[in-house]
């Protein structure tokens, strides 16, 4: 007999088969738990979707994401209204992504207001070493 450890949120007919079939262990999760899984569960589905290529599949990823959105907005007791106000706000402050802008890199002077946050966040912006 082996076991193995899921530890994941996971759909409500495929928990039911795993627990029909698969002697599955689980339990029902609380708000404060739920909301926690749903997040956990969007990066997971995320990083699902980054080596797709075919339009099909992409588009399914997108459905599986949109899925946990949906479900989270659900759980938060609020709106896609409410989502769409936050995201043109959003988008009137910072804007959209509509130009495709990528940056490579950025250089920045000792006393740039900037430098403490790249510095305090190394995992995300690492620092180049100087030639």
Do not use: C, G
Not at 17 to 38: G, H, T
Not at 93 to 122: G, M
């Amino acid at each position: 007999m082996y076991q193995f450890k899921v530890a994941k949120l996971v759909r409500d007919k495929i928990a039911q088969r795993m627990i029909a079939n698969e002697n599955a262990s689980y339990r029902v999760l609380n708000d404060k738990d739920f909301i926690s899984q749903l997040k956990k569960k969007i990066l997971e589905e995320a990083k699902e979707l980054i080596p797709v290529k075919d339009k099909e599949k992409i588009i399914k990823e997108i459905a599986d994401l949109q899925e946990i959105i949906d479900t989270l907005i659900k759980t938060l007791k609020s709106s896609k209204k409410e989502i769409k106000t936050k995201q043109r706000e959003e988008n009137k402050k910072s804007s959209s992504f509509r130009k495709r802008l990528y940056i490579e890199k950025i250089e920045l002077e000792n006393n740039h207001q900037w430098l403490d946050y790249y510095l305090s966040h190394p995992k995300k912006y690492p620092k180049i070493k100087n030639k």
